[in-house]
């Protein structure tokens, strides 16, 4: 089904985007993979073609919007069309708010969330010429639980949650163009090792951690029958309810988790990550955190946490 499609992966290098795109790979089609990182990028390619894709590598910044436009048009040429669009490249800053350099919050949300509209409106103009096309933007958990220590990051990912909810609402007389959101839980990506880390301490994910692989096959997924979103692990449909129903409670646990954290963590030093270019290091799927067993081992976390969250709500509420 997806071996005459033409698909663009953006953040290709590693992580997620990297899964993403070799899982694609695997069905054959005709791959346009955009990143920074030149030679993470070959390898990535190289790897796909091995599977039996058809690959072109375009190096892009997707803050660039005329980069943006190159990689679409770059793109058409090199498949005939554009059937998948594939928003996935990001970036992640940590520490306080007001030590975090105003430079680094402003490249953290243009990336984020300026690089996925820069995608969408390059690509819409190919989507309705056309008359079909599926937009995925990858958008993480981090939509429905805002980070403390990572603020421009949240207001990011909370940005391109309501961007998306306006395009899906715009284009409602386009049946065939559909724009798609992953929402995944943590990952056992490279991702935390190249953030921007103003904590003076070591980073690292917060358990339990997912298999990237399973934020790829869910893509792969969304572009043969897409939907308007799919939440990806356990945890993620935990947290999204948990805030939704007790956003204060849910706030204070998580800013007291990573509080805690980050006091008895070991020192590091002050890093700006990957933010204003790209890193040598860490350009594999995997982070290299613990990949997790099948996915139904955290569905009991699911459970208990929901049962956990509605008793402390309601407890909360009847010391009010």
Request: glycine share 10%.
């Amino acid at each position: 089904m997806l071996a005459n499609k033409t698909i663009v992966v953006t953040g290709a290098s590693s992580g997620a985007g990297k899964a993403i795109a070799l899982e694609f790979a695997l069905h054959k089609p005709t791959l346009v993979l955009a990143a920074r990182n030149p030679e993470a990028l070959r390898e990535v390619a190289d790897e796909c073609s091995q599977l039996g894709a058809q690959v072109k590598t375009i190096i892009t910044d997707v803050t660039d919007a005329g980069a943006m436009i190159e990689l679409a048009a770059e793109a058409k040429a090199f498949g005939g069309k554009i059937d998948i669009w594939v928003n996935n490249a990001g970036l992640l800053a940590v520490g306080s708010f007001d030590e975090v350099p105003l430079a680094v919050h402003q490249q953290v949300i243009d990336t984020n969330l300026m690089g996925y509209i820069n995608g969408a409106h390059v690509v819409l103009p190919y989507f309705k010429h056309q008359k079909h096309g599926v937009l995925i933007n990858n958008i993480s958990i981090g939509g429905f639980l805002p980070v403390p220590f990572g603020v421009g990051y949240s207001a990011s990912k909370f940005g391109l949650r309501g961007f998306s909810a306006a395009l899906k609402a715009e284009l409602a007389d386009w049946p065939d163009i559909h724009i798609c959101d992953a929402f995944p839980a943590f990952l056992d990506t490279p991702g935390i090792q190249h953030a921007a880390n103003y904590t003076g301490k070591y980073l690292k994910p917060a358990p339990p951690v997912y298999d990237p692989r399973r934020v790829a096959i869910a893509i792969v997924k969304l572009a043969e029958k897409p939907r308007a979103e799919v939440m990806i692990g356990s945890v993620s449909t935990l947290l999204r309810v948990s805030y939704g129903l007790f956003p204060a409670l849910t706030r204070g646990i998580t800013g007291a988790v990573i509080r805690t954290y980050l006091k008895n963590a070991d020192p590091i030093a002050k890093s700006d990550g990957n933010v204003f270019g790209p890193v040598d290091y860490g350009n594999a799927v995997y982070g290299g955190w613990g990949i997790p067993g099948k996915p139904k081992a955290h569905r009991k976390y699911l459970v208990a946490g929901l049962l956990l969250a509605t008793a402390a709500g309601l407890l909360s509420l009847r010391q009010k």
